[in-house]
């Protein structure tokens, strides 16, 4: 399956209020064809604030973004349709089959072959064996894949994931990892938040540390990220 759209996604000066509370302020990044981009931080730092904004999910306070050259007011439905989300909300339903529910997202995506794409993402899935279980029997880790394949349906250009290694043992994990690795070979833009900083490490072409919101200092190159980032929360204001 093709990924249309664009090579670069630009965030600049985004910053995003609730009420009195800035949830983020003057984050400024950019996301480039074959890049995963690592959003790392502590619980409430502004991570998934981020990505549902970066999904069009939620508008901006303040700043820009544009998807190559459009901003998801320009760009519209043909913005969000090269976006793929994995969120908390695995947005699976649970009385449905892992092959109904794919089937079903497949059809909303207008995918033209149907069967042929929900068989793939079963076989990606290692859930092929489970296809036509009722998700509810599911554990975390095996709806986490399920959810990762209805992001996936699709082709997004911008593959957004909010803590995607949550309830993965470790075969699962690798598995997440290769095929990540496989959509950057394909040039897609894959954004993230993980607190897996181990798994991180070594999947992460950039990262962005956020603290309380804002970004934090990055020491650079050339040290462990764990390191990184534990410099990054110590440098950050109280």
Do not use: W
Not at 80 to 86: F, N, Q, S, V
Not at 194 to 220: C, M, Q, R
Request: proline share 4%; aromatic share 6%; charged share 20%.
């Amino acid at each position: 399956m093709r990924e249309p759209g664009f090579d670069r996604l630009s965030v600049v000066g985004l910053a995003r209020y609730f009420g009195r509370r800035k949830a983020l302020s003057n984050v400024t990044f950019t996301c480039e064809a074959g890049e995963i981009v690592g959003l790392l931080g502590p619980n409430g730092a502004g991570k998934s604030t981020l990505l549902n904004i970066l999904a069009t999910l939620l508008s901006p306070s303040k700043g820009t973004i544009t998807y190559g050259d459009r901003t998801a007011e320009s760009g519209g439905a043909g913005i969000r349709a090269t976006i793929g989300m994995l969120g908390h909300d695995l947005f699976l339903y649970p009385e449905l089959t892992a092959r109904e529910n794919l089937t079903f997202f497949a059809e909303l995506y207008g995918l033209p072959d149907v069967p042929r794409a929900v068989g793939h993402a079963l076989d990606q899935s290692g859930l092929a064996a489970r296809a036509d279980d009722f998700v509810s029997g599911f554990s975390r880790g095996m709806r986490q894949r399920v959810a990762l394949e209805r992001a996936l349906l699709h082709g997004p250009r911008l593959i957004l994931l909010d803590e995607p290694f949550t309830g993965l043992d470790q075969a699962s994990a690798a598995a997440l990892v290769s095929r990540l690795r496989n959509r950057q070979q394909a040039g897609c833009l894959t954004v993230l938040a993980t607190h897996d900083l181990d798994i991180a490490d070594a999947l992460l072409t950039k990262a962005i540390f956020l603290i309380n919101g804002k970004p934090a200092v990055d020491s650079g190159s050339g040290r462990a990220l764990r390191e990184r980032y534990q410099a990054a929360i110590r440098s950050a204001p109280a």
